[in-house]
């Protein structure tokens, strides 16, 4: 792709074209604004950063019109880059995505766009997750591409454990959240590990925790679940506050400085493997404040339907037991305006075999809402 139209699509994305806000009102097809025409249904555009870094060096209106391209998610509402997966969604509207789920793979595919395209071949992939089954329990391992599924590839993004019961599932980072605090994980390991630089922030980080209620009587309805995001403030969702909003992200061991044999000053060295970044390395991640709490919008039985309904505004069509609405459970001590914990945060729903619909919004990032909705497709034998 030559330099003219990189800039040509980035004065496009910068006036609006392709944006957020015209897919929703039914134009185009549901094309990812911010990917560029480099990209792929299959992986992230290798090169993309590259391009734009090599249009703001040509002279000052080019440079100008990358400007709009590299502000953060909440502030331009257009996804990107790889970092904005990390990044709070706008305030003013959701971003709307759906899942492709591979029952032969078991692998889920989010894309970004209001429903997948006639032939899939616009179809911009921003995140993958594999569901890898062992002796006891699964996990879900998320990657920014398709056919990478290693923690120890520079493509891992994070992943997700359930307990046995299916009732607890922790979500865990790659990086650590931007001012936030990591509570140490006392659990022994029985891995072999060695001595490194405790600066490095490499591992997984407990950064939110889904909780299914446990249903003894096995009456019937939706499940009913709360998701505690410990690395987001609840006073973020009310006006004038903020979301920690990272704006680099680590790649791989390899990018990393060398180890350091031996621990000099008053800071204690950390261990970890070397080798697989699958251990858990830390406990939970917290800030400073009450950490922000979801719970699924309760439902109303419709007599004429006899179902439990929600309204989607036409993003779901298909009734299951996955579709679900999230909402802000804030203390009333905190002052948090009703109008503010009434807001859907996240949603997520069917709308064919296989095909769900995702929008989610500020303070979600792309990732922790996508990993939220991975709950919904485990089996929970102590929650039916």
Avoid at 167 to 191: E, G, H, M, W, Y
Avoid at 238 to 252: C, F, L, M, V
Avoid at 365 to 377: G, K, P, Y
Wanted: glycine content about 8%; hydrophobic content about 35%.
């Amino acid at each position: 792709m030559s330099l003219k139209s990189i800039v040509r699509e980035l004065r496009e994305m910068r006036d609006g074209i392709g944006s957020m806000s015209r897919r929703a009102s039914g134009g185009g097809d549901g094309r990812a604004a911010g990917h560029g025409r480099g990209g792929s249904r299959h992986s992230w555009p290798g090169l993309w950063s590259e391009q734009v870094v090599a249009c703001a060096a040509v002279c000052r209106s080019w440079r100008e019109v990358t400007k709009e391209v590299v502000k953060t998610l909440e502030e331009c509402g257009r996804i990107t880059f790889p970092i904005s997966l990390k990044q709070p969604g706008p305030r003013e509207q959701p971003v709307q995505c759906f899942v492709r789920r591979d029952r032969a793979t078991s692998t889920y595919l989010l894309y970004l766009g209001l429903s997948p395209s006639l032939h899939g071949e616009n179809d911009k992939l921003l995140l993958a997750a594999r569901k890898i089954r062992r002796a006891t329990r699964t996990s879900f391992v998320i990657s920014l591409v398709s056919n990478d599924f290693s923690q120890s590839s520079s493509t891992y993004v994070g992943k997700l454990k359930p307990n046995f019961l299916g009732t607890k599932f922790t979500i865990f980072d790659s990086q650590p959240p931007c001012d936030a605090v990591v509570l140490p994980n006392n659990r022994p390991s029985k891995r072999h590990f060695k001595q490194v630089s405790p600066r490095l922030p490499l591992g997984n980080y407990n950064v939110a925790t889904v909780s299914y209620e446990l249903t003894v009587l096995r009456n019937r309805g939706p499940r009913r679940m709360q998701c505690t995001m410990h690395s987001i403030p609840a006073l973020c969702i009310q006006e004038g506050g903020k979301a920690p909003t990272p704006t680099g992200i680590i790649h791989s061991l390899d990018e990393q400085v060398p180890a350091l044999s031996s621990s000099k000053g008053k800071e204690p060295a950390v261990e970890f493997s070397s080798s697989s970044l699958s251990a858990d390395l830390s406990g939970p991640v917290c800030t400073n404040e009450v950490p922000l709490v979801l719970k699924n919008k309760a439902p109303r039985w419709h007599e004429q339907l006899q179902c439990w309904c929600l309204n989607f505004r036409g993003r779901v069509t298909v009734a299951s037991v996955k579709n679900f609405q999230l909402v802000a459970s804030v203390d009333p001590s905190l002052g948090v305006p009703a109008a503010e914990q009434e807001k859907v945060i996240l949603q997520f729903g069917k709308i064919g075999k296989d095909i769900f619909t995702m929008d989610y919004r500020y303070p979600l990032s792309v990732f922790q809402a996508f990993a939220i909705c991975l709950t919904s497709f485990d089996t929970k034998p102590a929650c039916e």
